[in-house]
């Protein structure tokens, strides 16, 4: 039978200290390898170059943006607001005015423009015009007509014929887009935006309009009361509505779109006794004049 050979008590421990000295040694190697590279991963993505909207010149606060104005660099990432713009957000910042002024070589974020939507003559098409009209609580739908919403345009007028007294509402505009409710130009929230509270406090409304409608508007405002519908999404349909009017004979022929008035009446005629000289003294003669001229 084999025996073998019984070891100290010193050479075990020297065993389990040689053992544990290695397996010490080994962690140690492990966790500064590991803290190295974690520290290179963290230095090398705060040195990361990101391509950014700088200024390309000293420009001043109230200040437009134009196409000279902005200038793509590339600066490390950890040393950037998270807010600043990235070089392909070009059309986001141009037509904006700054809040603050920037040196040459700044870069632009989201807290140097006042606006952070597009200036609305940037969202106009081609041919279009931009034409703000009042409204009231009763007219807007109580404040709930957003920008992006579509509505029909009718035109109240009254008039006036002595004592005759005609209302006549008639349609003046259809589909007509909204482009901002008082100074608020963000359209309807899309999926998976936050929810934001509603102003319904405005008191006007802009609408995207042809050079003729606007012609139209503008005569509309001076002639009577614009009243506002606002068109279901989607809903494309003419109203087909003809001019209904209100009032006795001072809205006869509003049926076809026009309002005709009572013939006026002759103007009252006054006598006026003449004195009239010449070969027979003393003769009188009688003229009867318009009352207006007198």
Known sequence: MLQFPKLSSTWLLAALALAAGGTAFWATQRFLADSSAGVRRQWEARYALRPVLVAARDLT?????VDGDLARREMPAGFLPSTTLAAT???????????????AGDP???????????????????????VTVPVDQVSSQAGL??????????????????????????SLLESVH???????????????????????????????????????????????????MLRGAGDEAPTGLEALGDGRLACRGVARGEVEMPARAAPRRIAVDVLVGGRQPGGFARLWVPENDL
Not at 61 to 65: K, N, R, V
């Open 108 to 130: 632009v974020g989201e807290a140097s423009l006042e606006a952070r939507v597009p200036a609305l003559s940037r969202r106009l098409p081609e041919g279009s015009r931009a």
């Open 89 to 103: 957000d070009v059309d986001r910042a141009l037509g904006q005015r700054l809040a603050v002024s920037l040196r």
């Open 145 to 170: 007509v957003r920008p992006g919403d579509r509505v029909d345009l009718m035109l109240a007028e009254e008039r006036i014929e002595g004592a005759e007294r005609c209302v006549v509402v008639r």
């Open 178 to 228: 909204v482009l901002a409710t008082g100074q608020a130009t963000r359209e309807a929230l899309g999926p998976g935006e936050a929810q934001v509270d509603l102003d319904t406090s405005y008191s006007t409304i802009t609408l995207d309009v042809t050079p003729e409608q606007a012609q139209q508007l503008a005569v509309g405002l001076r002639l009577g009361e614009l009243i506002p």
């Open 61 to 65: 606060a109230g200040q437009t943006l």
